[in-house]
């Protein structure tokens, strides 16, 4: 008997996989295969960096209205909800908070990744005609109540099920990262010096950006020489803590007409469960963004070559490099050229947390939200001003992007592909 086919299995899909054109010979946008368009009419941060007085009750619904304001429409169309991470019955509580009564909800919790798993499902509760407007709420006092004394600093997600065998050895999230990151090292000769400036190039943009929390320079010098968290893993190579919410509104296409801004659509989506514990994952070097990428993509009958600019979830610098490969932007193990040269600033080749990410501009938690956020600024041309809106040859402003997010130590992914 043959042996079955591992599903991870060739490590990680190159540009040929999704059936990549070249960028001289760009596709159109094309809509999919939705009864109903979906799309972003409403995005929002709310106050994000140091918010000390603010309860995250507070900062979502700050961010929802804001969201709410730059969609131009009323409450009134909002009839579903998705929110998670903020008390015993979200997003229950959040809905009741926010004053609304929503006839479709979904609280999926997945870490990183939820959000881009969220929007997934919102879209297709809308396409379907379960809902017309959904809102995508979310916010966190993460940093102030760890200063505050009302929490404490996260060592493990539990000790219950499956990580009960993991727990006692004091195998934190973080040495999770960095052991995945070492097995790469191992496998593809990359360096410590190629995950370096995924974390410069993510300061590089956020030097434009006034939301982001930290903006002056650093090197890669800067990056090595800093303190160590996790071995390979220095300060410079791990996200910030911050407070901060933000917003997104999606609607059916039939609103558009009435909104304020653009349409930013929904194209594809894909999403990918891999593992909660080290034990159960086949391959350090392959993240769950390798399935639901090529998901997302085959979905949106698009490629790698057709994205204008990335958006992907950055708790590390290894999380970029490894996702970018697994989305097909570089075969299995180029990662660590393919992110040296400034490739991932504002004016390279593929523009790349363009508000500096998780690593420069805020990180209050389960931060995929504020990818969805950034990107929609970007497509539709509103972004910020010289320095900070990405533009293409002639001025051109971006087309596609791609929205990738990351749960736990890579334990899932949920990808989306957007297009004007």
Known sequence: MEPRPDPWQPRGPGPEAFGARAASARSPVRRGDRRRKVAAVGVALSDCGRVEEATAYALHAQAARRALADSGLGREVIDGVASTGLGVLAPAEVAEYLGLSPRWVDSTSVGGATWEVMAA??????AAGHANAVLL??????????????????????????????????????????????RHMHEYGTTLEQLAQVAVQARANAAGNPEAMYRDPVTVDDVL?????????????????????????????????????????????????????????????????????????ERAGLGPA?????EIYDAF??????TLEDLGFCAKGEGGAFVTGGRLRLDGELPTNTDGGGLSAQHPGMRGLFLLVEAVRQLRGQAGGPGRQVRGPG???PEVAVVSGTGGWFCSSGTLVLGR
Request: glycine content about 10%.
């Open 225 to 297: 020489t800093g303190p160590m968290i996790a071995d390979p893993f220095t300060r410079g190579h791990c996200c910030l803590r911050s407070d901060g919410g933000c917003a997104v509104l999606l609607a059916a296409g039939e609103y558009v007409a009435d909104c304020a801004s653009a349409p930013v659509w929904v194209l594809g989506s894909g999403e990918r469960v891999s593992h909660t514990t080290m034990s159960e994952w086949r391959d350090f070097t392959v993240s769950p963004a390798a399935v639901s990428g090529r998901l997302a993509f």
């Open 306 to 310: 057709d994205v204008d600019i990335a």
């Open 317 to 322: 610098t290894y999380m970029t490099l490894v």
């Open 395 to 397: 001025g051109r402003l």
């Open 121 to 126: 499902h919102a879209a297709d509760a809308i």
């Open 137 to 182: 709420v979310y916010g966190s006092t993460a940093r102030a109540d760890l200063r505050a004394g009302r929490r404490t600093a996260n060592l493990s997600f539990g000790a219950g099920g499956p990580m009960q065998f993991e727990v006692p050895y004091g195998h934190t999230l973080i040495a999770k990262y960095a052991m995945a990151a070492r």
